[in-house]
């Protein structure tokens, strides 16, 4: 039971222009979501997060829009560059459990030059 | 300076095996986690531990035994291994209290032979 999806398993952008990675949750005690990015060999690092009461949190070119009453919540990144090409995965946490991440299934983003 | 730590990154073992795969954080976090990425690249929780305290224990089997020797280090023992333990396994941490940001570590990719 895949509780966080993000359906699109890859995106490819050309540089400057708007990236919108999607994820779609189905449990609405989720109270928290957050985006990491990974590169290959690396762990997964922090971007952005957003809490459910908010609907739009942004740092610099990341922006994360959250629709709870469509249980849905976007990345968007602008302008997009290459260093940005990485897979990006979304997380929902917590509904009463103690910092309990769940991650979606990640979309690979290609950025071309 | 390496925020979280994992040795070793590769490791190749044959079934039956026991192995363990250890991680340190010198974030000064009170909380830390053992994650596992197979080979659909679905990242689940496996393990959490507050101040040495096991507080999340996913459905894992018992021949995973998580061991903390002090907040800073988080150990994972694998007794007995088999193929389906093949995976990328990380190892996070974050401050304890709430919704708290988790960092990775780079990962122990685990081959089972």
């Known amino acids: 039971d895949q509780q966080v999806k993000q359906n699109s398993p890859s995106l490819s952008v050309q540089e400057g222009r708007i990236s919108i990675l999607n994820c779609d949750y189905t449990n609405s005690m989720f109270d928290y979501f957050l985006w990491y990015k990974k590169y290959p060999a690396e762990g997964p690092t922090f971007l952005i997060s957003i809490s459910s009461i908010k609907d739009k949190n942004e740092d610099g070119r990341f922006t994360v829009f959250l629709n709870k009453s469509a249980k849905h919540l976007s990345l968007h990144i602008v302008p997009s560059q290459p260093g940005d090409s990485a897979v990006y995965f979304c997380?929902?946490?917590?509904?009463?459990?103690?910092?309990?991440?769940?991650f979606g299934t990640g979309t690979l983003l290609a950025v071309q030059p | 300076d390496t925020a979280v730590s994992q040795t070793p990154k590769y490791l190749v073992t044959q079934m039956g095996n026991d192995k363990s795969i250890k991680c340190e954080q010198n974030?000064?976090?009170?909380?830390m986690y053992w994650y596992k990425q197979d080979s659909k690249k679905f990242l689940k929780i496996m393990f959490s531990y507050n101040n040495k305290e096991l507080i999340i224990n996913e459905t894992v089997p018992n021949r995973f035994s998580p061991k903390s020797p002090d907040k800073a280090h988080l150990n994972l023992h694998i007794n007995s291994l088999e193929l389906g333990d093949s995976a990328v396994y990380f190892c996070?941490?974050?401050?304890?209290?709430?919704?708290?940001?988790?960092?990775f570590g780079p990962g122990t990719r685990l081959t089972v032979l």
């Open positions: 997380a929902a946490c917590c509904g009463g459990a103690t910092n309990k991440l769940i």
């Open positions: 974030l000064g976090h009170d909380t």
């Open positions: 996070a941490s974050s401050q304890a209290g709430g919704v708290a940001t988790q960092y």
